[in-house]
């Protein structure tokens, strides 16, 4: 047996046709090649806004699935962890070819989802039909802590890394606190996406100026982009209700834009059914 370690992509309740998937991804360090484990607090930190939509989304075909990499750092220049996000990309398309996704990232996660949209291997993004002004959200005034597991909660996990050929179309990304310490990591968004960056005001680990700088600038190349500033720190642990009431909003926001697109193709394939009945 192949002592090599392999991502886990943790799937939860099975969606046999979803109407849209959604990829969490945690956080890391810069360089580090030992093993990510599922105790470790970055990807624990993500289960909260895991748990949160899939009860958001179970009634609307929202499936959600968290990654949990091989290892724990960036580790440029192979930048390990956009290689295990395209293999879990691959997967989600063997599944369901035609589905769109929404990626979630904290952090190192951030930096991964941004990479997803620039990689020229990942296939491009199909042109929204409208653009939507994603939802406003007040900051809360006192903390509450986000729910924890579900006690029905089932989970499929799916290990690997076999071919990552061709992906499904990304059509959002949800970047909290993210790593961009480059500054033009989300430089490859445009018309094309929906971005929801999310920054503490006081986050001494990642560049909150870096974050509201470049979601100014994919705004200015077209996509719907959204800077979001949030009391706190980069953890996440203060305000947790508005970190997790955004990321719900933005998703649930396009699978409604999704939806009315489906609605409306479908009306068009069955008018043009009668037109060529005589």
């Not at 071919?163 to 959002?172: L, R, S, Y």
């Amino acid at each position: 047996m192949s002592n090599e370690p392999t991502p886990v992509l943790r799937t939860g309740r099975r969606i046999p046709d979803p109407a849209l998937v959604v990829l969490v991804l945690g956080g890391g360090k810069d360089v580090s090649r030992a093993r990510s484990r599922p105790w470790h607090l970055a990807g624990l930190r993500m289960w909260p806004f895991t748990w949160m939509l899939r009860r958001a989304g179970r009634e609307r075909g929202i499936a959600v699935h968290q990654l949990q990499y091989r290892f724990r750092g960036w580790n440029a220049p192979e930048r390990t962890p956009v290689e295990d996000a395209r293999w879990a990309l691959s997967r989600i398309h063997t599944e369901h070819p035609d589905v769109h996704v929404v990626v979630v990232g904290h952090s190192m996660g951030g930096r991964t989802a941004a990479a997803l949209i620039e990689d020229p291997s990942i296939p491009g993004v199909e042109p929204a039909e409208t653009t939507q002004k994603i939802p406003g959200v007040e900051p809360a005034e006192t903390t509450q802590k986000i729910p924890g597991v579900e006690p029905a909660e089932t989970t499929q996990i799916v290990t690997g890394m076999g071919p990552a050929e061709t992906n499904p179309k990304i059509v959002g990304v949800v970047a909290l606190a993210p790593w961009w310490p480059d500054g033009d990591e989300a430089d490859a968004f445009d018309a094309r996406h929906a971005l929801l960056v999310m920054h503490g005001t006081a986050d001494r680990w990642t560049d909150p100026r870096t974050s509201r700088a470049a979601t100014e600038r994919a705004a200015e190349a077209g996509a719907a982009a959204r800077y979001v500033s949030v009391p706190g720190g980069h953890f996440m642990l203060r305000n947790p209700r508005l970190w997790s009431q955004a990321t719900r909003e933005f998703v649930l926001g396009i699978a409604d834009a999704s939806e009315r697109r489906r609605d409306s193709a479908a009306a068009m394939s069955s008018s043009s059914c009668m037109g060529g009945k005589s």
